[in-house]
């Protein structure tokens, strides 16, 4: 795939990618393509033996199909520009643009929880400095590439900085990240210091309650991550593999930082592991709830039980604001990707009686289970969390349940 963006606007991008389907024993292929259905693709071409298979584009429901005429493996060109409006609006404004697939902007086609092995070569104008899901070499004079093989093909992120904009600085020893923040915007050396430090205990921690380290060159992850603060309107923290991305102004003036722990808590639970798809019930109690609890067992080994108990308060209390109102829905009910409190503090607070019952080690044996059972594997289903409590804790399966759905 060849991405270029000189001498485009905010948000556009000229890809070029060329692939091979193998049919195996379907009749059709279907790959995520496209947003906005009126803006997002222009000037798209296509390129293939018609004789072997036909294409459509369907733009409103952001798929490209292909029907295999006949033979297995077929060749596929394609060209086009692509206009991310979520990138525009979220970032157009600010001094850095990025590229996710996570909110319906398929910038590239992709068969959602499969495996390819692919090659990227990036162009920038020289003002533009990437950052990727997965590290990139610097080939020349805006130039940048990678080969990625076995890569989950829906989890190619970018980060585009304006160089002038951003100042690096990066942690040593023994974990090497690069820290991009604004200049003029950063941090205090407390901030920076606080940072470093739960980076580095909850990825020891982390690696070591699910089994794994950080760093798994199988799932191409062979660096740590980068964190890169922008100044992008009112949205949330993303975890995208190579980096982390929140809002800077968060970043120098919250009084805890905490949610970037969770961030990276989801290098092993969330959207790139977890593999259950959006609309299925439990969803995001799969990809979400269960990070966040984690995120609170790191805080609870790390700080200790006090400061535990009061963050459990605070979540209770900014449930009980929706409690018994419209917004408060079951867990299980959340397929979509909403920052919401049923979510990131009803889901904990399930989490956090249920490990009372069979004790707080017992559950992080068990969601650590859980990661090294599914991580990976498509077609992932929230019952099959259900079903691995269940074999163990039959009883407290049932009352989990029960909580989830109601
Ligand atoms: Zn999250």
Not at 247 to 276: A, M
Not at 284 to 298: G, Q
Not at 384 to 400: R, Y
């Amino acid at each position: 795939m060849n991405i270029s963006k000189i001498n485009q606007d905010e948000g556009n991008m000229h890809v070029s990618c060329s692939f091979v389907i193998d049919f195996q024993k379907s009749d059709s292929v279907v790959m995520n393509f496209g947003g906005d259905g009126k803006l997002s693709v222009e000037n798209l071409t296509i390129q293939t033996d018609t004789s072997s298979l036909k294409y459509s584009y369907q733009p409103d429901a952001r798929k490209l199909v292909f029907k295999k005429i006949q033979g297995r493996s077929i060749g596929v060109k394609m060209n086009y520009n692509y206009t991310n409006l979520s990138a525009f609006f979220i970032y157009g404004g600010g001094t850095a643009e990025l590229w996710e697939t996570s909110f319906n902007e398929h910038y590239y086609p992709y068969l959602p929880d499969c495996y390819a092995d692919i090659t990227l070569n990036l162009e920038l104008p020289d003002s533009i400095f990437p950052l990727c899901s997965y590290p990139l070499k610097h080939t020349g004079s805006g130039k940048y590439g990678c080969r990625i093989n076995g890569m989950l093909q829906q989890s190619l992120s970018l980060a585009l900085l304006q160089k002038s904009a951003y100042i690096r600085t990066t942690a040593g020893e023994p974990y090497d990240m690069d820290i991009y923040q604004i200049a003029g915007m950063q941090c205090s050396k407390r901030r920076y210091d606080e940072l470093l430090e739960l980076a580095r205990a909850s990825i020891s921690y982390f690696g070591k309650i699910y089994g794994d380290e950080y760093l798994c060159p199988q799932r191409g992850i062979t660096q740590y991550p980068a964190f890169v603060f922008h100044n992008g309107k009112g949205f949330s923290n993303r975890y995208n593999i190579g980096f982390i991305s929140a809002s800077q102004e968060k970043f120098s003036t919250y009084p805890d930082i905490y949610p970037l722990v969770h961030e990276i808590g989801h290098r092993w639970l969330g959207e790139w592991t977890l593999l259950i798809r959006d609309g299925q019930p439990g969803a995001y109690f799969i990809k979400e709830s269960l990070n966040e609890f984690m995120t609170l067992m790191f805080l609870r080994h790390h700080f200790g039980n006090g400061l535990y108990l009061s963050l459990i308060e605070k979540y209770n209390a900014e449930y009980q604001k929706i409690i018994n109102t419209p917004q408060d829905e079951p867990v299980v009910n959340l397929v979509e990707n909403n920052n919401n409190t049923v979510v990131y503090r009803k889901g904990p607070l399930i989490l956090d009686r249920f490990a009372k019952e069979i004790g707080y080690e017992n559950c992080i044996s068990l969601i650590s289970s859980f990661y090294q059972k599914y991580a990976g594997k498509p077609n992932l289903k929230y019952s099959d969390f259900i079903n691995l409590v269940n074999s163990t804790w039959p009883n407290a399966a049932n009352e989990l349940k029960n909580w989830i759905e109601n």
